[in-house]
């Protein structure tokens, strides 16, 4: 026994204190081993350092970015080795000037910019959806008196028009954004509403919901949570048209990351978007469950969890992770931009998709 600890002693020491027995390894397959994790930081690296790589995400607060707050609740993503940090936005344009600048890493906002964004040189990858059909129109007490059974929206546009004397104020986001085409595409060519009865008013997303409670305009396009939120403080708050009759197809929402984010961490955007497919299951199985990660994100606590499980089952919330299913609706979307004057040609959509990660979960 003690002739066997003191050859015990003597044997070579390896770096983490135990005995040399990598020399039996060959040194060929040593060399191999060690290559790999140089040449994968992702994977070898990464766990060695066990630093997570940090993702700066810009996002709009609405529930059709809930899937990435749910995706990363309790910690999972910095867990599987991705750091999300937050900036919030009003609207996507606003979030494309912030990508621009190379403030953010990753965008959750509307599709409709990203084209633009990529045509100004602008290196943005579409790697995920999160929800499609979100943006609805609601028509303040005054102008919902108008929406009566059998009466067409251009009817009562005008007939608001003549009873007040003036043209109904419709708040929507910025010019080249979703909620402002889904709207144009609703009025002009879905209910054909003459022009001089409705002035449309860009704001930003809590500006819309403040001003339409205000009475400062007769109607607007809202998303969830606004939708349940402003319905909640006026019940004469009238849904009119849904995300499909606005705009068939209606592609919303997406996950975005830059060119360089992507390329330097692949891994990273495989565990988001596989995050994000788990994430748009929980979401529209057991909606409930996901009740307390939305309201924090969202409402930041301030707003009654029973209002967020409301929205979370509203008629304006679907979630959809596939990328490829908003393809063909987001380049209709763009020709009827450029028919509207707010892109001044079609742009290629050529590098802007990247469904391989998606498609790599769903394997």
Not at 73 to 85: H, N, P, Q, S, V
Not at 234 to 239: A, D, Q
Not at 245 to 252: A, D, N
Not at 313 to 320: D, G, Y
Request: hydrophobic share 50%; charged share 20%.
């Amino acid at each position: 026994m003690a002739r066997s600890l003191v050859r015990a002693r003597h044997r070579p020491r390896n770096a983490f204190g135990g005995t040399a027995l990598v020399r039996t390894v060959p040194r060929r397959a040593l060399i191999a081993a060690l290559s790999l994790a140089v040449v994968l930081p992702g994977i070898g690296g990464r766990v060695a350092a066990a630093e997570p790589v940090i993702g700066r995400v810009g996002t709009i607060p609405v529930i059709g970015a809930a899937p990435i707050f749910v995706a990363d609740r309790e910690g999972r993503l910095e867990k599987a080795g991705l750091k999300l940090t937050y900036t919030t936005f009003e609207s996507g344009p606003n979030a494309i000037q912030a990508l621009a600048s190379g403030t953010i890493d990753i965008y959750v906002a509307g599709v409709a910019p990203l084209a633009v964004a990529r045509s100004k040189g602008i290196d943005i990858r579409v790697v995920a959806a999160t929800a499609v059909a979100e943006n609805v129109f609601v028509a303040g007490p005054k102008l919902a008196a108008e929406f009566r059974a059998g009466v067409a929206p251009a009817a009562a546009f005008a007939a608001f028009r003549k009873a007040t004397g003036k043209a109904a104020r419709l708040a929507t986001q910025p010019a080249g954004s979703v909620p402002n085409t889904t709207l144009q595409h609703w009025l002009w060519k879905v209910a054909a509403v003459a022009k001089d009865d409705v002035e449309v008013v860009p704001l930003g997303i809590d500006a819309t919901q403040q001003a339409l409670l205000a009475g400062a305009v007769d109607g607007a396009i809202v998303r969830e949570p606004a939708l349940t939120i402003v319905r909640d403080r006026n019940p004469g708050v009238k849904l009119i048209a849904t995300g499909d009759e606005l705009f068939p197809g209606q592609p919303g929402t997406v996950v975005a990351v830059t060119g360089a984010f992507l390329e330097k961490n692949p891994q990273a955007v495989q565990t988001l978007v596989a995050g994000l497919v788990e994430a748009g299951r929980l979401l529209t199985e057991t909606p409930d469950a996901a009740v307390p990660w939305v309201g924090a994100a969202l409402g930041k606590g301030l707003v009654d969890p029973a209002l967020i499980a409301a929205a979370l089952k509203s008629p304006a919330t679907r979630f959809q992770i596939d990328p490829r299913a908003i393809v063909a609706p987001a380049r209709a979307m763009q020709a009827y931009q450029v028919e509207l004057g707010s892109l001044d040609k079609e742009l290629p959509f050529d590098g802007l998709f990247e469904p391989r990660f998606f498609e790599a979960v769903k394997k």
